[in-house]
């Protein structure tokens, strides 16, 4: 069976020029938790994820804790909690008020897979790289994604959502 038979072709995307804010307010209204992000030519440039969003506030707020450290006397257990809560306030609105693309992972690694390539291709791609969705490729345009459910859902010999 190939991954074409499976994927869901209504493909939710996201610019990369869209700030992380929008962007993360799409992804809850259709319940997804990523999607493909396009630039301006509609080509694929990442996968944006909820993920990422976690991780660029978790990094931003403690890298200012460290250097609040490094930099303050504060004893009072108070003043201390005030500030914490505060650097934390000042990394999601950082990120949120992001772009899309400035919080993408800068490793490079962008795994998308053909939409003729086998489910079994996919199944292996995902348990390899700890993937939940794959952009599908067709001529350089993403014509669809597949996600781990779609795989979960025709194990159990049941049509997902999107195919049902």
């Known amino acids: 069976m190939s991954v074409n038979t499976l994927m869901t072709k209504d493909v939710i995307t996201v610019k990369a ?15 997804i938790s990523e999607a493909p992000v396009l630039d301006d030519s509609g080509n694929l440039v ?24 490094l930099t303050t006397q504060e004893t009072d257990p108070v003043a201390i909690e005030k500030e914490e809560i505060r650097e934390l306030s000042l990394a999601i609105r950082g990120v949120v008020e992001s772009l899309v693309s400035a919080i993408l992972p800068k490793d490079g690694k962008l795994l998308t897979i053909a939409a003729e390539d086998s489910i079994e291709r996919a199944i292996h791609m995902m348990a390899e790289h700890g993937l939940n969705m794959l952009p599908v490729m067709k001529e350089s345009r993403v014509v669809g994604v597949i ?18």
């Open 147 to 164: 996600a781990r459910q779609d795989i979960i859902w025709l194990m159990a010999g049941r049509p997902g959502k999107s195919h049902a």
């Open 17 to 31: 020029t869209d700030k992380v804010n929008d962007a993360w307010v799409q992804l809850m209204e259709t319940g």
């Open 46 to 69: 990442g996968v944006f994820t909820t993920k990422d969003i976690s991780r660029n506030i978790i990094e931003r707020y403690l890298k200012a804790r460290s250097l609040h450290a």
